[in-house]
């Protein structure tokens, strides 16, 4: 009997490296134990030490035995990561059973789903799964008092060991964070930079309730929809056990009682006009028709100058994407530039030196204004999304299109902006330039070369983005654009020296108020 020491209890990369040496030995499944916990084991073939351990000695009767180790496919060693976080004492004993049986004799074993070992080892990877994201959603930081940096504890008794699994979701999520999770088997500690683990606490080493809880019970209390209560789901989604750890938890009993009166309630009630905050939160439809007072409501935040703007949006992190991104990517150009061009967002290139327009589409852009006698730094160049939205691909970033809701959130910051700026034209490069300007969807094949009245002096002319042209292959068509782009920008220099007046936003906004 072999007895294989783990360092911890969810020790992957541990088994692996065991898992690997015994299977070129040749060491049966039912020679093995395999320890995570302090316990020594004497008498046996290995004593401290497992096979392949660095430092440990070779082992004469396997020295002849010594064979290659087949091929596992990437599904099973993502299914082995959530398998070694389960509490089942036998998890690494049955992943090893199963590349065993694989290696000898049983090439097909991981696709037969009707094998007891296989199927058991999806049913322990599906409830680590489970854990997961329940931890993902029911974690809740407090502040700690009187700590400096701001910091932010939190306390939460998983049913497995999911804490290294689940801590690179609040890395990415709470980036600009410093905060520790405290469970009883380990806790993790993230300080803007680096992810640390520690060993395990017990609730009283969390901060106390703050504060922010009452607020934030204040606003449970108000979302709570007495007409869509389902108890069988709520449950499902939010076991019980967990409502110990949830500020909201208290108030649940009572809000379910008084579901039917509050529902009978709101039916009998006569319907409201929404509320004024409600009408500034989206942008409005640009159009011939529009009224200079819709454009101006719809800023929620406004500043003396584009320094006091561009000082908030580098701290801005409404937006998941926002805490992955290098830096915030604002406009640059004069501040007052009759020219404005908003593109989509920040690329790869400009989301590392902190200026638009600065990659390969942004070369082309500066490239082609100039060739209209229009200076780059004569003209407003900004995009409608601050941050670089990207997918990681190995040591590239991969862009990643904006969605509505980015689209939305950063609608203030460009408002801001135009209004600040007072272009006469602004040309909007691509479909999500167009939709952030006018509120609404925007067809570049069957739209571009349009003018749609902004505000009072103020036009928008819907265009391409450049790099719709970088990546077109065919020579013929990539020319055709380039010329369609070219001739649109050409037109919109010309008109913003045409147009003196008063300017876009800030005309609409002294009309509004």
Known sequence: MHTVRLERADDVEGWRAAARAHLGAGTAPEALVWATDSVATTGDLFGERALGEKGAEPVAPFRSRSRPVPAVPSAFLDLAERVACHRDPDRFALLYRVLWRRANGEPALLADAGDPDVHRLHRLGKAVSRERHKMHAFVRFRQTPEVEPEHFGAWFEPEHHTLRLASGFFVRRFANMHWSIVTPAESAHWNGRELAFGPGGCRGDGPEAE????????YFANIFNPARLRLDAMRSEMPVKYWKNLPEAPLI????????????????????????????????????????????????????????????????????????????????????????????????REDLRGRPFVGPAGVLLRTLLERH????????????????????????????SPTIEHVDRCRNWLFEEIRLVRPSVIVALGATAGR????????????RGARVVF???????????????????????????????????????????????????????????
Not at 211 to 217: I, P, V, Y
Not at 256 to 283: D, H, L, N, T
Not at 459 to 469: D, E, F, K, Y
Not at 477 to 494: K, T
Request: proline residues 5%; aromatic residues 2%.
């Open 253 to 348: 009993a009572g809000l379910v009682r008084e579901a039917g009166g509050r529902a009978e309630s709101m039916v009998k009630a006569a319907p409201s006009a929404p509320p004024r905050f409600a009408a500034r939160a989206v942008a409005p439809i640009a159009g011939s028709g529009g009224d200079a007072r819709d454009v101006a409501v719809a800023s929620i935040e406004t500043f003396a100058d584009l320094a006091a703007l561009h000082e908030r949006t580098r701290r801005c992190t409404w937006c998941e994407h926002a805490c992955r991104a290098t830096q915030a990517v604002n406009g640059e150009g004069p501040a007052d530039a009759r020219l404005m061009l908003v593109g989509e967002q920040a690329g790869d």
């Open 436 to 447: 952030a300007l006018l509120g609404r969807a925007v067809r570049v094949e069957s739209e």
């Open 211 to 218: 504060a922010m809880e009452t607020l934030w019970r204040t």
């Open 455 to 513: 505000a009072p002096g103020c036009t928008v002319h819907l265009s391409a983005h450049p790099a719709a042209i970088l990546r077109e292959r065919d020579p013929r068509a990539r020319e055709a654009l380039e010329r369609a782009l070219s001739r649109e920008l050409a037109d919109a220099v010309a008109a913003s020296r045409l147009e003196r007046g008063i300017g876009g936003m800030a005309g609409a906004a002294v009309a509004g108020r």
């Open 373 to 400: 006698a229009a200076a780059p730094e004569s003209v407003y160049l900004t995009n409608a999304v601050r941050h670089f939205r990207h997918e990681p691909r190995g040591k590239r970033r991969l862009h990643r």
